[in-house]
């Protein structure tokens, strides 16, 4: 059994980890680069571990000075967290090797997903819709030319080694193809060191629907639902929901059934989930799937009541799920919004710094997911989400509604953040009758930008207080120079009625 676990990864996630590691009795080991020392996850844990200088590859990615780290504290498992080594086989491999449990798939089962096309065949294999398209690599511009007239334009061309956005290009016009299928290729060389890539027909309007699944290593597989991630930016998602408005019972049992299927089909162990591209026809096919435990787990918590960290270590430890799928139902409705500490008014850029002042949103129905305090520095390594905030209501209506209360009432100064970016989409029309797809940041770019007016933090507006506080003074004492020569201190302070020296 499980008695103590490292966590390898910092921020939000590490402290999550560890926080149903308590609740289990099993003793949590922190690891941290030279950066971050003062960080909440370190404090949080049992014992931690330095294990080297701020940049990842030296530290967080470093697989030999994490396995130092495990074996000098004792740990018998390994949770990954996501981002960092969640999806490496080669780090699950290791662990394997060194007889420490990895609290995730099996390195096949990584490798397997993280090749796209290999997915991409596995699934067709075993009847999981795929988006029309390759199912080999394209290997000249005469092959695409082929295969694009079958599908009919507009494509996209991916990498296979690529996923979550990386290495993609969308072709409109024949002409364009050579060039884009040539591009496409020395990009892919160049980030992945593997230049094979694929086509797929363009799906218009899509809409990113995930889902949750769990498996134990005695073949149960279940799903737990679905999460709409379609309010994104750059391929990096902005706010979350569970159920999707989208969705109607049917697709969803439908849909759900081919999660299992895909996750059988690789074996898969675990906490996992199965990405879909889902047309405004309701018409789906699988996109990749995600081998690990993801950022928006929160909202699946909520509307399914079960801790799937606590299941991802019964899982590691050999123990057969607690639930069957018909035990499994949703209840209500959970939104999570992405606090990022970036600029919206500036393009996003990263905003790292020391928070000053954080009053965070408390009540019924909120969970604040994060890792950062009042005086405490965000470093500029790492991804900048300082938060999430994961709202549940027993309607989709009053869950926004409760997200707005929270967003109001959360105050973090020092830094620039994503709160009132995160505001307007819960005011949007569109984002609050279910009408939105991936393309909805794009399409309301402008009303979510809008700046304010006046931007001042609460510090600004206490500098200006107390200068105008001080100026009206100043001009009072030196027009009203004191007549009487003070013969105490406190006569004097009475003679003066009530105007006091700064
Ligand atoms: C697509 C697509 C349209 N057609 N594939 C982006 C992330 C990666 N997982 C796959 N992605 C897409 N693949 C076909 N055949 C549109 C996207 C896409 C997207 C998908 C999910 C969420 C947001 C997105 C934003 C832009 C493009």
């Known amino acids: 059994m499980i008695k103590k676990v490292l966590v390898a990864n910092r921020g939000e996630i590490a402290v999550r980890v560890m926080r149903s590691c308590r609740e289990m009795d099993i003793r949590s080991v922190a690891v941290f680069s030279e950066a971050d020392r003062k960080s909440m996850h370190v404090r949080y844990a049992d014992e931690a571990y330095c294990i080297g200088p701020p940049p990842s590859s030296e530290s967080y990615l470093n697989i030999d000075r994490i396995m130092a780290a495990a074996n000098r504290s004792g740990a018998d498992a390994i949770h990954p967290g996501y981002g960092f080594l969640s999806e490496n086989a080669d780090f699950s491999d290791r662990c394997r090797k060194e007889g420490i449990i990895f609290i995730g798939p099996s390195p096949e089962s990584i490798s397997t997903m993280g090749d796209k096309l290999t997915a991409r065949k596995t699934m067709i294999a075993s009847g999981v819709p795929v988006v029309p398209g390759t199912s080999e690599e394209i290997?000249?511009?005469?092959?695409?030319?082929r295969i694009a007239r079958q599908l009919g334009l507009p494509v996209m061309i991916k990498a296979s080694a690529g996923g979550g956005g990386k290495g993609m290009r969308l072709v409109h016009y024949e002409n364009d193809l050579i060039a884009a299928v040539r591009a496409a290729k020395s990009e892919?060389?160049?980030?992945?060191?593997?230049d094979t890539i694929y086509l797929e027909k363009y799906i218009n309007n899509p809409h990113?629907?995930?889902f949750q699944i769990l498996a134990d290593s005695f073949g149960n597989t279940i799903h737990l639902f679905e999460r709409e991630c379609s309010i994104q930016r750059r391929h990096q998602k902005v706010v979350e929901e569970t159920p999707s408005p989208l969705m109607n019972p049917r697709i969803r049992e439908e849909m759900g059934l081919h999660a299992i299927a895909a996750a059988k089909a690789v074996n898969y162990q675990g906490a996992g989930t199965i990405e879909f591209i889902v047309d405004d026809d309701l018409h789906y096919f699988f996109l990749e799937m995600n081998t690990r435990l993801q950022v928006e787990h929160p909202i699946t918590e909520r509307v399914v009541?079960?801790?799937l960290v606590k299941e991802q270590i019964r899982i590691a430890n050999g123990e057969p799920l607690a639930l069957k799928q018909d035990e499994i139902r949703q209840n209500g409705h959970a939104i999570e919004c992405r606090i990022y500490a970036e600029d919206p008014d500036n393009n996003f850029m990263p905003s790292p710094g020391v928070i000053r002042h954080m009053t965070e949103p408390?009540?019924?129905g909120i969970r604040h997911d994060g890792y950062v305090y009042e005086g405490y520095e965000i470093p500029h390594y790492y991804d900048p989400l300082i938060s999430k905030l994961i709202v549940w209501g027993t309607t989709r209506d009053e869950a926004i509604r409760r997200m707005r209360r929270a967003l109001l009432a959360y105050k973090i100064t020092g830094i620039k953040t994503t709160i009132k970016f995160l505001e307007?989409?819960?005011d949007n029309t569109d984002f609050k009758n279910g009408k939105y797809t991936t393309h909805f940041i794009e399409d309301h770019k402008k009303e979510l930008l809008e700046t304010e007016r006046c931007d001042l933090q609460c510090e600004?507006?206490?500098?200006i207080t107390a200068f105008i506080d001080y100026m009206t003074k100043l001009k009072k004492v030196s027009l009203n120079p004191p007549t009487v020569k003070a013969s105490s201190k406190w006569k004097d302070f009475g003679r003066?009625?009530?105007i006091q020296r700064l």
Do not use: C, N, P
């Open 139 to 145: 290997r000249d511009a005469k092959d695409a030319k």
């Open 188 to 194: 892919a060389r160049a980030a992945f060191g593997d």
């Open 208 to 210: 990113h629907i995930e």
């Open 305 to 307: 009541s079960v801790d």
């Open 362 to 364: 408390l009540g019924l």
């Open 424 to 426: 307007r989409i819960m």
């Open 460 to 463: 600004d507006v206490a500098i």
């Open 496 to 498: 003066r009625k009530g």
